[in-house]
């Protein structure tokens, strides 16, 4: 991969540098928080080499896989320091950010403050568990200094993570990181955490006494308190003396408040939250981790999964162990790398046997993306048979009880994170259900999964590609000529040749057979294929992107399977005339290096029942 022309590719396709917000990346996406999440081009994004499939939930989020790091760094250095006096950046300040729904901002929120804590606390507690099966093995002496000193190095992770989510909370808010940082690191202070102890009073309230190590919820809504205050004291506090004031009196207002009834509401919700996922397991069990193991693909598929890393925090600070995510984890990474390595041996199609091979070894080590964007999500059987083994390898982890002490992708090389001094069986339990949900994965795959290039093959054998298509008409009106329509693009046949209509009834049917590959944004443009590779793209009206899916109902989704008459499109004829526009509707083939297009002569006034193209491969 070319990083640095992926990356200027990729920058350009998400609306450049100044519709950028906030950036990260997690272990397989670049994720993008944009000002205007409709500059984002998806389909331009997703053409881009290097990217495996972008998805729009709240953040831009553009799949790359294994390379996401070298790719991340390209962006970065592309990006470089805006110029506040540039004249993009005063008119993207100038313009009100686009409002988000509420969910997507909380997921937005959540992924920001805990994605970055990942590698700090997946490397500590690998080296923990290192740690107890070198102790296990007899290498290091659990009893010696050199052991000890190791265990407090791999515990000072979830022991400040107090510390961690501060300073992760306060990036995200973008407020000063280091009087967030003081603000939280006052409720750990040795003196503090004794006085507390001895039932210490603030104004003459008692303090409840909270040992605020490895918390995660208290720190958060500490921080949100403070950016709160910075902003405001920032807001009414001449500048002179807000070097000092600021932080002074945030710090004076956050920390007494946070001691009062932030931490102790942070603590209590924390507490919570774990119960709750508890007596969950304890009521249904092995069924809650067998159905969370069935949906991980869907939930992984979105970004939704990251929604419980705080609850998998939370859980291994109070109790240091995981029994639902984790586990479930398990079976699905595992059912993904069987899946892939059944898609690999079974394909005809080379480039879809390198794609799998590489997605296969990468969700074998706890990296699923790859996989389920490159291989699952392609083929509804494969889907399928991932989601069952995941439900039958999650069954197994539910009912043996298997439980996790590291907050790290599982996989193959970090399988030590279901070692346990106390329960001996937990890693071989562990291993017994790799091997299940990769041998289920595996065979249901084999004899489920066709690839889409031998169904291709099949349907193009079956369709005869070779000889003349016809198209019947799209909607019902006048048809006129491309070269008539007063858009550039489409009367040069800049983009493709076809037909043009003049609707009299809003409705945009299938001319023929195919799938339905994107429906555009602004819902006025439906692209759609046919089975021996026929593209083509109907568009209703002229500049109506400009209408903002105003007046238009999509009856059909990306991916749907159509046949010819098919409804496509409901759309207001009257209202989009009354608005200004030309209601013209096109439809074209837009590989047109590949096929020749022919149209009907002397046809005036069409219905779904006339022919008005024939499609012709072309050299045959």
């Known amino acids: 991969m070319d990083y640095k022309q992926t990356a200027a590719e990729v920058l350009k396709h998400v609306g450049g540098k100044e519709n950028i917000a906030h950036f990260e990346h997690c272990s397989t996406r670049l994720r993008f928080s944009l000002v205007d999440n409709s500059k984002a081009d998806v389909k331009r994004l997703e053409s881009i080499p ?17 390379e996401v790091v070298e790719v991340y760094d390209a962006v970065n250095h592309l990006l470089g320091s805006p110029n506040p006096d540039s004249e993009s950046a005063a008119a993207s300040a100038a313009k009100p950010k686009e409002k988000k729904k509420v969910g997507s901002v909380i997921l937005d929120f959540i992924v920001g403050v805990f994605q970055p804590l990942i590698p700090a606390i997946a490397g500590a507690g690998m080296l923990k568990s290192l740690l107890l099966l070198l102790g296990l093995m007899n290498v290091l002496d659990p009893d010696g200094h050199t052991y000890k000193i190791l265990v407090q190095i791999g515990d000072a992770a ?126 249904v069990g092995w069924i809650a981790v067998a159905l969370l193991a069935a949906v991980l693909p869907l939930m992984v598929s979105v970004g939704m999964h990251k929604a419980l890393v705080p609850y998998v925090l939370t859980a291994l600070g109070n109790t240091g162990k995981e029994l639902l995510y984790l586990p479930a984890s398990l079976a699905h990474n595992i059912a993904e790398s069987g899946a892939c390595f059944a898609v690999a041996v079974r394909t005809k199609d080379k480039a879809l046997r390198a794609t799998a091979l590489s997605a296969g070894i990468s969700a074998l080590f706890g990296i699923t993306e790859p996989a389920l964007y490159g291989v699952t999500l392609q083929n509804k059987k494969v889907l399928g048979s991932v989601m069952i083994s995941s439900l039958i390898g999650g069954a197994f982890t539910g009912i043996v009880g298997l439980q996790a002490f590291v907050l790290v992708g599982p996989g193959l090389a970090s399988l030590s994170m279901f070692i346990s001094e106390e329960l001996p069986r937990n890693i071989i339990n562990a291993v017994i259900a790799l091997v299940i949900s990769f041998a289920v994965a595996f065979v249901l795959t084999f004899i489920l999964g066709k690839d889409n290039k031998a169904k291709m093959e099949e349907h193009q054998s079956a369709d005869q590609p070779n000889t003349v298509r016809e198209f019947k008409s ?60 026929i593209e083509m793209l109907f568009h209703v009206g002229i500049d109506t992107v400009r209408l903002r899916g105003k007046y238009f109902e999509p009856q059909v989704k990306a991916g749907d399977e159509v046949k010819a008459g098919d409804l496509l499109l409901k759309f207001d004829l009257e209202k989009i005339i009354g608005e200004g526009y030309d209601p013209v509707t096109i439809a074209i083939v837009t590989n047109k290096d590949k096929y020749a297009v022919e149209t009907a002569v002397d046809v005036k006034q069409v219905n779904q029942q006339d022919t008005l193209m024939f499609v012709t491969a072309i050299g045959n």
């Open 474 to 533: 799209p909607v019902i009106g006048e048809m006129i000529p491309l070269s008539e329509v007063n858009d550039e693009v489409f009367s040069t046949k800049a983009m493709g040749d076809g037909i043009a209509v003049i609707p009299a009834k809003g409705e945009l049917y299938a001319p023929v057979d195919g799938k339905v590959e994107m429906v555009y944004g602004r819902n006025h443009a439906i692209a759609m294929s046919t089975a021996n590779g």
């Open 50 to 66: 290097g990217v495996i499939a972008v998805k729009m939930t709240g953040q831009c989020q553009v799949v790359i896989g294994n």
């Open 158 to 283: 979830l022991y400040f993570l107090p510390l961690l989510v501060a300073v992760t909370t306060a990036n995200k808010l973008k407020v000063n990181t280091l009087v967030a940082l003081a603000a939280v690191g006052a409720l750990l202070l040795p003196n503090m955490t004794a006085m507390l102890g001895e039932g210490a009073q603030l104004f003459g309230l008692q303090i409840k006494s909270i040992a605020y190590a490895y918390q995660v919820f208290p720190a958060i809504l500490t921080v949100l308190l403070y950016a709160q205050m910075e902003k405001w004291f920032t807001r009414i506090t001449p500048k002179v003396i807000r070097i000092f004031f600021v932080p002074m009196m945030s710090l004076l207002i956050t920390v007494p408040v946070s001691l009062l009834i932030l931490g102790p509401l942070g603590y209590t919700l924390g507490e919570g939250f774990s119960s709750i996922i508890l007596t969950l397991f304890d009521k």
